[in-house]
């Protein structure tokens, strides 16, 4: 989702991501979801911002979603390394415990 990895999703990534999912967000809607946040956009805020907005939807459905942003090559697979740096690098980071928990 963070294209130029720098720790925030700005409105071109979110443009990005929603159009990964097949949705076709308009300015205006990407400007209201930029601003709904208190500062700028970190990992966690965005999973907390993007599952509001999907509220009433399918919970696996939204589950799938959200893990698919992050299946670049559209395998069906994340790899557990690339999850891990995802996990302890973005938002609320985890720590090594945390995502060895994960997998067990």
Request: glycine share 8%; net charge negative; charged share 35%.
């Amino acid at each position: 989702i963070d294209q130029n990895r720098d720790g925030f999703i700005d409105k071109e990534d979110l443009h990005d991501m929603l159009a990964s999912l097949g949705k076709n967000p308009t300015d205006e809607y990407l400007e209201g979801m930029m601003s709904e946040a208190p500062g700028p956009i970190n990992f966690t805020m965005f999973l907390t911002m993007f599952g509001e907005k999907l509220n009433g939807t399918d919970p696996e459905d939204v589950i799938r979603n959200a893990f698919a942003c992050f299946d670049e090559e559209a395998t069906g697979t994340i790899q557990e390394d690339y999850l891990r740096e995802l996990l302890t690098t973005m938002g609320d980071r985890f720590t090594d415990e945390e995502v060895d928990e994960l997998y067990r």
